[in-house]
């Protein structure tokens, strides 16, 4: 299966929110799609999509089995098809959601977040599952290095693809604009110093 869009995304891990959250306005019309996928809150990034690019993230979806337009309504509806479509149980699915709808998350926060979708006993059983679909072939989702400061290591889906690394002023030695910043800061405390002495400020240490 080739890597999904951001909005491809998005939109398939609104159907599968919505299917548990608010089951009796499930499948979703086109507006009800739009408005999950622009929603402020429990999203990263906060999307403004708009009804055409919706539908065509939709087709693709509809391409790939992930996603079926429903009939007997005089409305048009969707409804997705995730679990089969990506061979993983109902309980990664509903932790694909959530990493598709609010970005990388440790499993305690996927715990928390997974809360409406699927409630996991403890965290180890979240790892589980996610530990099973990393194992899958392709991997589904990956283990995160862990971010300088940070107690736990954190998790994203790889539907759209391998995820950003961190910026390398996190991650590894400082970049040559950060060594440049630093020098001109060692530079002015330098100074400074100098004009507290001709002042007659005598603490030499004073910035």
């Known amino acids: ?11 398939l891990g609104v159907l599968v929110e919505k299917q548990a959250t608010v089951p009796d306005t499930y499948p979703l019309s086109l ?3 739009v408005a999950g996928c622009n929603q402020k809150t429990a999203r990263e990034p906060v999307l403004s999509a708009g009804d055409a690019e919706v539908l065509a993230a939709i087709d693709g979806l509809k391409q790939l089995s992930l996603v079926f337009e429903t009939s007997g309504s005089r409305v048009v509806k969707f409804e997705h098809n995730a679990g089969r479509a990506l061979g993983v149980p109902s309980q990664a699915v509903a932790l694909l959601a959530v990493l598709m709808l609010r970005g990388a998350q440790t499993a305690a926060e996927l715990r928390l977040n997974c809360e409406r979708l699927h409630r996991f006993a403890d965290i180890s059983s979240v790892e589980g599952f996610l530990e099973e679909i990393a194992a899958k072939d392709p991997p589904r989702v990956v283990k995160l290095a862990r971010a300088p400061g940070a107690r736990e290591a954190r998790w994203a889906h790889l539907l759209c693809g391998a995820p950003a690394p961190l910026p390398a002023s996190t991650e590894g030695p ?4 950060d060594a440049s910043l630093l020098a001109r800061i060692e530079a002015l405390e330098a100074q400074v110093q100098r004009l507290n002495r001709q002042l007659g400020l005598e603490d030499d240490n004073a910035v």
Do not use: D, I, K, Q
């Open 1 to 11: 299966m080739r890597e999904l869009t951001l909005l491809e995304a998005r939109v």
């Open 31 to 33: 507006n009800a799609l």
């Open 174 to 177: 400082p970049m040559a604009g």
